[in-house]
């Protein structure tokens, strides 16, 4: 058991108990998990007064094949893939989370939005609304900020691509003279 914060524990984010799958994260991955825990979930936490609970967090190449088959709508460039090479290098890092106080789902979802959001420390955030027989849930992940300081920090002076915004849409050149 390894724990991250006061309330989560690393297995949250590699464990898939309905898959029967687990991820073995690398340095970045980590890191990027510590960030959404640590600069995220845990403040929620602290001021909800109430568990918050990982429902989904890295997902491997397995994992996500899997859910296809199962028949889920999961992205090629999913944010859960925690920047894996064989799923989506540029994955932020993202979790989907529940509120033990279920009453408290929106509560939690724009306390996200209105008090972190402005932080930069939010890439996205959506609220799935409770419908029918199912338990709404909240995706989260980190911002490009975030991922761009985890980056960084494990890799150090190594030569980093560029990640370059136009349009609403992101592009990866190796050197400055390419954009």
């Known amino acids: ?89 540029w994955g932020r890092g993202a979790g989907d989370i529940v509120v033990a106080d279920v009453s408290k789902l929106q509560q939690a979802y724009l306390w996200l939005k209105n008090t972190l959001g402005p932080k930069n420390v939010i890439g996205q955030i959506i609220y799935y609304r409770p419908e ?14 975030v991922f761009a300081d985890a980056l960084v920090k494990v890799k150090g002076n190594e030569k980093l691509p560029y990640l370059v915004r136009k349009d609403g849409v992101y592009s990866i050149f190796n050197s400055e003279r390419d954009f």
């Open 132 to 145: 029918k027989g199912k338990s709404g849930f909240i995706h989260v992940s980190n911002s490009w900020r």
């Open 1 to 89: 058991m390894v724990k991250l914060s006061a309330n989560f524990e690393l297995s949250e984010f590699t464990e898939d108990k309905d898959l029967q799958m687990e991820v073995s994260p690398n340095v970045l991955q980590l890191e990027l998990v510590h960030s959404l825990v640590d600069n995220i979930l845990q403040p929620l936490r602290d001021e909800m007064k109430t568990g918050i609970f990982v429902t989904s967090g890295m997902r491997s190449k397995e994992m996500i094949e899997e859910l296809k088959s199962r028949g889920y709508a999961v992205s090629a460039k999913t944010d859960h893939s925690y920047a894996d090479p064989e799923v989506y290098v």
